[in-house]
């Protein structure tokens, strides 16, 4: 069993940055997929980006390409998120969600049914 814990967020100005952090606990962590997903109020849960066990991102969103950007120690059992360039539509909370490399999904990493394991969120909000 694998617990996730978020923190990091807050209010920041428009072009401002935030860095998340994703604390895993249980054990294994390295052979773990994690992603960061975000939900803005009144609309559905959006992937952010991914970082597969091996090391492959995974960043489909275009909107945060060039601005977010995500890595993992795995001393530390810890995922970040490096959010730059902050714009008020990265409003959102924004939730770790992890996968073992062990778990057999036919489903893409951008897809949040293919995670077993979720934080319970930490809210951005980004002020014009």
């Known amino acids: 069993q694998v617990q996730l814990v978020e923190s990091g967020g807050g209010l920041v100005q428009a072009g401002g940055s935030l860095r998340l952090s994703c604390v895993a606990s249980?054990?294994?962590?390295?052979?773990?997929?994690v992603a960061w997903f975000r939900q803005a109020p009144g609309k559905d849960r959006e992937f952010v980006v991914a970082?597969?066990?091996?090391?492959?991102?995974?960043d489909d969103l275009e909107s945060v390409k060039g601005r977010f950007t995500i890595s993992r120690d795995n001393a530390k059992s810890t995922v970040y998120l490096q959010m730059n360039s902050l714009k008020p539509e990265d409003t959102a909370i924004y939730f770790c969600a992890a996968r073992s490399r062990y778990a057999s999904s036919s489903l893409s990493e951008t897809d949040g049914k293919s995670y077993s394991y979720w934080g319970q969120g930490t809210q951005v909000t980004v002020s014009s």
């Open positions: 249980g054990r294994y962590f390295s052979a773990y997929t």
């Open positions: 970082l597969t066990w091996d090391r492959v991102v995974i």
